[in-house]
Structures are given as structure tokens and as C-alpha cells.
């Protein structure tokens, strides 16, 4: 995975994360009253460490997929895109430049890491 592609697959988990702990009927805070504050606030804290080494407009891209599916970020497998489960044409691939354009699905839009 690339470095670029790999920051946003944290921030995806982070965004995950406390999402369920915020959630009141989640496992994780049934699990565990008083967890709550301050894993709440450790999981805030590293989300926004990491906001800072992710590329504005890497950043843009991933917000704007957020908003449209819980996993803006998504694994390949055998050329298939396993966020829709469309065959990617030849022409996306795994080499990632520092300022290139992020891989990304035709069909679903997600950004793409390989397995
Ligand atoms: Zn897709």
C-alpha cells in the first residue's frame, strides 16, 4: 500500500472507531463505562495527528467518498474492487506517485489498496 493510500486507511479506521464509541447502543460502550471519555478523546487525538500528514487534496477526495459510504478506502483482490465488486480496468493500478492522482474505482469511487 502506498504511504499516501495507507494514511487514509488509518484515518478511514480512526473515523470508524470513534464513531462506535460515540455510538450509545455500541458494544464498545457497554463494554466499557468510563472507557468512554477518555479513549474517546486518545482516538480524537491520534485522528487529528494524522489529519496533519494527509495531502489536502488526498483529504478532499476522502471526505467527499465519506460522505457517500461508511469505507471511502477499500482492498482489491484479483483485480476486482471488493467495495462493489466490479473488475477495475487495466489501466488502474497500484503505483501511487507522491503527487499523482489517488487509485481509484470507475465504478464506485472508493480509493483502492491492494491485498
Ligand atoms: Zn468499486
Known amino acids: ?17 470513534i464513531r462506535e464509541v460515540e455510538d450509545p447502543a455500541s458494544k464498545m460502550k457497554e463494554e466499557a463505562l468510563g472507557f468512554s471519555v477518555e479513549g474517546l ?32 478506502v477499500v482492498p482489491v483482490m484479483n483485480r476486482i474492487c471488493l467495495g462493489c465488486f466490479q473488475a477495475l480496468p487495466t489501466s488502474v493500478t497500484r503505483n501511487v506517485s ?16 491492494w491485498l
Open 41 to 72: 478523546a486518545q482516538l480524537q487525538n491520534a485522528r487529528s495527528r494524522l489529519l496533519k500528514q494527509i495531502p489536502k487534496q488526498d483529504l478532499r477526495a476522502y471526505q467527499r467518498i465519506r460522505r457517500k459510504y461508511d469505507r471511502a
Open 98 to 113: 507522491e503527487a499523482g492522482p489517488l487509485p481509484i474505482c470507475e465504478n464506485c469511487g472508493r480509493i483502492l489498496y
Open 1 to 17: 500500500m502506498s504511504d499516501r493510500v495507507q494514511r487514509l486507511a488509518q484515518l478511514q479506521d480512526l473515523e470508524l472507531m
